[in-house]
């Protein structure tokens, strides 16, 4: 089952990402077998944090947003990540020949890279159920680290490539990652301006 390789990374990274490279899933399988799910995981503990807990910033009142507003930044931030994974994923097989791996025409490997780096962040969602910004900050920040990490240990075997080349592959991938980010947030802000923004209540 797909979703076993989430613990198998970070207990075995390096089998797991041969395992993974021997299954060869296809793109589709990995999406709906995996990242369908474990994308789900923050976008869902967003919206009960925010819908019902709450927040505090500082001294001031608890801070909720209301629910029609929680599920719509929910629901954008579930398809944001969907489609950053599918991103990544496509961004690592178009270099792939640049770095000396063998691009496929079906970008398998890619998503799957992709797909299982990203798992950190994808299980850094349930943080989010306690919703302290700085706490959210800091597991965030590790989940990420820990994920590139994961790429940078995977582009060798995942993609057949020498190691020595995954330094400078997984440096662009960040970069490409980086992109992503700034999209999806420039993105954001254009939705906000259509009237998709938080809407705010004090608990």
Request: hydrophobic share 55%; net charge neutral; with cysteine.
């Amino acid at each position: 089952m797909l979703l076993s390789h989430a613990f198998g990374l970070f207990t075995h990274p390096d089998e797991e990402w041969a395992s993974i490279r021997k299954e060869h899933e296809t793109p589709r399988r990995v999406y709906v077998a995996y990242v369908l799910i474990l994308a789900a995981i923050a976008p869902v503990c967003a919206y009960i944090s925010t819908a019902y807990f709450g927040w505090t910033v500082g001294n001031e009142r608890l801070i909720k947003l209301t629910e029609i507003s929680a599920m719509q930044l929910s629901v954008l931030t579930y398809l944001a990540m969907l489609v950053g994974v599918f991103a990544l994923g496509y961004a690592i097989n178009w270099m792939a020949r640049t770095y000396g791996a063998k691009e496929e025409h079906v970008p398998s490997n890619g998503i799957a890279l992709a797909a299982y780096s990203c798992t950190p962040l994808f299980l850094a969602g349930f943080a989010l159920l306690y919703p302290v910004p700085w706490f959210n900050a800091i597991v965030f920040l590790v989940a990420a680290c820990y994920g590139a990490w994961l790429m940078y240990d995977g582009l060798p075997i995942v993609m057949g490539i020498e190691k020595e080349r995954a330094v400078m592959y997984a440096g662009a991938l960040l970069t490409v990652a980086l992109v992503i980010l700034v999209s999806t947030r420039v993105g954001s802000v254009i939705l906000w301006n259509f009237g998709v923004g938080p809407v705010f209540v004090s608990g």
